[in-house]
């Protein structure tokens, strides 16, 4: 195992950078740090820097972000690559970015900055997202390979940008509110229900490889969507798949599959649909 070290004073003085009026206008402060692939893992004597604006630590051991508590300037932190394990920071207030990707995260409760804009939290064990409805400003949600089952608490009706691929979702319900999102992929996930698309909305690309939709009447869902592109290969429904089945169901339909929808396959899909054969 890597033995991690503590930040030392003298790695503090050749990281600090930027040196900025402060926001009190009394003086001027180092306001920017950096230090990665450093092993380090306690950072305190950090603490008393508390104009720093930009702050990171990527590639290291670190398992707490609690030496940021009193840095109530920070703008963009970078923790990704460390051993973090929950995050307990207080409601940062100008803070904008925050990259926690590739950590040991399980849950993301109750956490609340106003001006937060970038949230990555792909790449790690997360398994429940709750109560961030207090990220009013969010646009960019990463949670990319990570653990979670359901789509419930997602929906936050600023984002732009979602990632979710390789989870183990099994439902798109809690995402109706991504009125924002003009594309979503879920590849490699659980998904067998597609209730709970935004619409109306702004999706028009929707990214479903690898995942358990049974048949084509699981479309059925998507009705009413703007959707123009869908791709659900590597599902068990596209075996032997009828595409104007799929073009009868998602009307505005262009490319399905990442081939085009043809004429022919519209004009075939107005026709009204044979009933299924009696058993």
Known sequence: ?????????????????GLSKTIDGKGFALTQ??????????????????????????NNEITSLKPLEN??????????????????????QFLQIMDLSNNRLVAIQDMAMPMLRVLKLGDNQIEKVERIEGNVALKVL??????????????????TDITLTGNQIQSTSGLETLVEVTSLDLSANAIAALDGLPKPGKLTKLTLRQNQLPG??????LAGTELTEIDITENPLAEGLDRVKVVRRVSNLKTLNSSPVTDEERVASREPEAPPPEA
Do not use: W
């Open 1 to 17: 195992a890597v033995e991690a070290v503590p930040l030392s004073q003298e790695t503090i003085h050749k990281s600090l950078k």
């Open 216 to 221: 084509v009447e699981a479309l059925d869902a």
């Open 142 to 159: 990463e949670l990319h390979n990570n653990k979670l089952t359901t789509c419930q608490g997602l929906g936050l009706s600023t984002l």
């Open 33 to 58: 740090f950096e230090v990665t692939d450093q092993r380090i893992g306690d950072f305190n004597l950090l603490q008393p820097y508390v104009h720093l604006r930009y702050v990171n630590f990527s």
């Open 71 to 92: 840095m109530t300037y920070l703008l963009s932190i970078n923790f990704s690559k460390n051993k973090l394990v929950n995050v307990e920071l207080p409601a940062l």
